[in-house]
Nanobody
Framework: QVQLVESGGGLVQPGGSLRLSCAAS????????MSWYRQAPGKERELVAT????????RYADSVKGRFTISRDNAKNTVYLQMNSLKVEDTAVYYC?????????WGQGTQVTVSS
């Protein structure tokens, strides 16, 4: 079955950096786009970034453009989210997502807290 396991979250000061990882299994990873979402307390889950199967196209939420970078390593079945210049408003649980026509798959999420 599909499994997505996120890691790399933590507590960081404003202006700092973190790199999230999502290890995927149970499907043909190199044939599918992957995404990162986040959900802050009291807010809806929002799309942060998406990357195509061959990494030839990426898309970002306006709020993270120029600060976050999504990438993937198809040999390792892993997708990454490099987060730089972090802001307090980036605080959220970050989720890895694999979507197909009939289903959405999510990891358990990893907490990112940006605070001084």
């Amino acid at each position: 079955q599909v499994q997505l396991v996120e890691s790399g979250g933590g507590l960081v000061q404003p202006g700092g950096s973190l790199r999230l990882s999502c290890a995927a299994s149970g499907f043909t990873f190199n044939r599918h786009a992957m995404s990162w979402y986040r959900q802050a307390p009291g807010k809806e889950r929002e799309l942060v970034a998406t990357i195509t199967s061959t990494s030839d196209f990426t898309r970002y939420a306006d709020s993270v453009k120029g600060r976050f970078t999504i990438s993937r390593d198809n040999a390792k079945n892993t997708v990454y989210l490099q987060m730089n210049s972090l802001k307090v408003e980036d605080t959220a649980v970050y989720y890895c997502n694999h979507a197909v026509m009939t289903a959405d798959y999510w990891g358990q999420g990893t907490q990112v807290t940006v605070s001084s």
